[in-house]
């Protein structure tokens, strides 16, 4: 009997799941259409959303600012950089209704055919490494990149997995990322923020000096 009830209880668990993923599409179109934001929640994004951007919005107000990837869970980061020049990057042309009024579909290792030099006071790169940029030739083109086209005195923020399996090369083998000068994140306190042991994950962050 107690068998019996407990394969009852272990099958209602997995339709309820399954149910909430058939409609989770139908959950985000509605949201999205609405301008309810949706978040992700994972102790990473919780870290971005609460700490990080809230930082920068206030500090680059009328500043110009890009945020590189766009998903359902980062459509409300316009409304956080309501006072700056803000823009988005993806190159999948589907998340361009995630992204800002100013989208740009393509992807940072083109990004200097997009702006010109020292264009950004601002460039946010969280979560592309190894989700988008997966080889070490592009990560470099990438930052490459993104150097050029910030200004001087301009801040660089990267947030990556710290699992070697998700980022198939090593943060040290990116000549591009030596260009910048690691700077200390104030609310943080630190110039890389890990959330080990709770998620491994890491935010690092830069200035052009």
């Known amino acids: 009997m107690k068998w019996l009830l407990g394969r009852a209880k272990s099958l209602l668990k997995e339709t309820k799941k399954r149910s909430v993923q058939a409609f989770r599409p139908i959950f985000i179109e509605i949201?999205?259409?609405?301008?309810?934001?949706?978040?992700?929640?994972?102790?990473?994004?919780?870290?971005?959303?609460?700490?990080?951007?809230?930082?920068y919005a206030k500090r680059k107000v009328r500043g110009k600012v890009l945020f590189v990837?766009?998903?359902?869970?980062?459509a409300h980061y316009n409304k956080i950089f309501r006072e700056s020049e803000f823009w988005t990057i993806d190159p999948n042309p589907a998340q361009k209704r995630f992204g800002s009024k100013d989208h740009i579909v393509g992807s940072i290792e083109d990004l200097k055919e997009y702006f010109e030099p020292e264009y950004f006071d601002l460039i946010l790169c969280n979560g592309v490494l190894g989700f988008g940029l997966d080889?070490?030739?592009?990560?470099?083109?990438?930052?490459?990149?993104?150097?050029?086209?910030?200004?001087?005195?301009?801040?660089?923020?990267?947030?990556?997995?710290?699992?070697?399996?998700?980022?198939?090369f090593s943060m040290d083998d990116v000549k591009s990322l030596r260009k910048f000068t690691p700077c200390k994140f104030p609310p943080l306190r630190q110039s890389c923020y890990s959330l080990k042991p709770v998620h491994n994950y890491l935010f690092c962050f830069f200035i052009k000096t």
């Open 31 to 55: 949201n999205t259409r609405l301008g309810i934001p949706i978040r992700f929640h994972s102790p990473g994004r919780r870290v971005l959303e609460n700490t990080i951007l809230p930082y």
């Open 69 to 74: 990837g766009c998903d359902w869970y980062t």
């Open 135 to 168: 080889r070490l030739e592009a990560a470099e083109r990438a930052l490459k990149n993104c150097f050029a086209c910030l200004k001087r005195g301009g801040e660089f923020m990267l947030g990556r997995d710290e699992v070697d399996t998700l980022v198939p």
